[in-house]
């Protein structure tokens, strides 16, 4: 059995998570190292003991695996072929979403319920993640690959440009297939590219951190997140509202993280410069930001909105970097709102600043941030 020195050892793991903010990587690698310690020490009978499902004192079912997704293989021009899994639920205006780096289509779960009864939604595995099998040998890894793979998905699927909606890494190649022609509109959550030099190194640390306890034996990674301070540690850099995702939720993200097959490549091809350059003026653009995002600060923003000057901007109050957990009915309302634009037009004479304004009480709201909030609105003419 696990004695006292035990448990307050993994206690002191977790204590530095309630501080996080500019000490957030020295916090990850704390925890990283003391989780790793701990459960090196853990006899094989440990591991395999049975732990009720607890979040904040209330039963939690057991986890239910995820709906296998179909299949489509696609070959665009000089590339070789691509297979990629994806699920369609719903009715209507057709809407692609596209999960972040060592995600998967899981990501979007608690939204897509909120899409379906008015919007035709796709959610795809990006290629060595989730179900779709690795981009073959060889096969440049660049965002210029994935957007022709992704464009020949959508002939497949007999989607003529659809709205597309993207979250971190999904988000940079939503807006390089808007660029492309190939979307209908265009949704970006908390993207990915505009960062510089010093917040990409950070960036990355902060996800191969998650990664490396992603990497803990599942007994112990499914053990922790069924305790309050296990679930904060786990989730705590991600989510802002932690307590909201259920402990089989928690695991399942950290399964995806472990087995994403194409996560180092990913971040290599991450690495390049100009990620996203010049504008995207011939289709509605929105882009959503958490204002207490840990990962990609919302002070991003302002880049974007320098490149992308008719861009619409929403700021997403009090959510750190995956929203979709944090505030799914939110995140659902923006998408509706986004994908209702059907033009250009409609577009430059809508008013650009945030249609869901930054409450004027606390939300843990930097002065950084509000110092962006200006940066847009500057930029985007209003």
Known sequence: ?????????????????????????????????????WAGGLPAAVLAMPVPLVNRGRTVPPAVSSATGSFVEVRSADLAPMTVAYERRGTGEPVVLLHGLGSNRQAWDAVVPLLTVERDVITVDLPGFGESPDLPDGQPRDLAT?????????????????????????????????????????????????????????????????????????????????????????????????????????????????????????MRAGRARDLFVGDIPDLPVTIAWGTADRVLPA??????????????MVWLPGCSHVPMNDAPQ?????IMQATALSSTTERRGAD???KIAIPRQSTGTSSSVRHVRSAVDGHTGS
């Open 1 to 37: 059995m696990l004695n006292v020195l035990s448990l307050s050892s993994v206690a002191s793991a977790f204590t530095p998570i309630t501080h996080l903010g500019a000490d957030v990587l020295q916090a990850g690698t704390q925890v990283v190292g003391k989780i790793c310690d």
């Open 146 to 266: 994935l957007v022709a793979g992704l464009g020949a998905v959508f002939t497949a699927l007999g989607l003529e440009r659809p709205h597309v909606v993207g979250h971190s890494l999904g988000g940079l190649i939503a807006l390089r297939l808007g660029q492309a022609g190939l979307a209908r509109s265009v949704t970006a959550v908390a993207p990915a590219g505009f960062w510089s030099q010093t917040e990409r190194w950070y960036a990355f640390a902060v996800l191969n951190a998650a990664r490396q306890i992603a990497r803990l034996p599942e007994p112990i990674t499914a053990w922790l997140s069924q305790t309050i301070l296990g679930h904060a540690a786990l989730t705590g850099t991600l989510y802002m509202r932690a307590d909201q995702s259920a402990p089989e939720a928690v695991a399942a993200s950290l399964r995806a993280l472990r087995q994403a097959v194409a996560f180092q490549a990913t």
């Open 299 to 312: 002070r991003q923003a302002a880049r974007a909105a320098a490149m992308i000057p008719m861009m619409r």
């Open 330 to 334: 939110l995140v659902a309302q923006v």
């Open 352 to 354: 650009s600043r945030a």
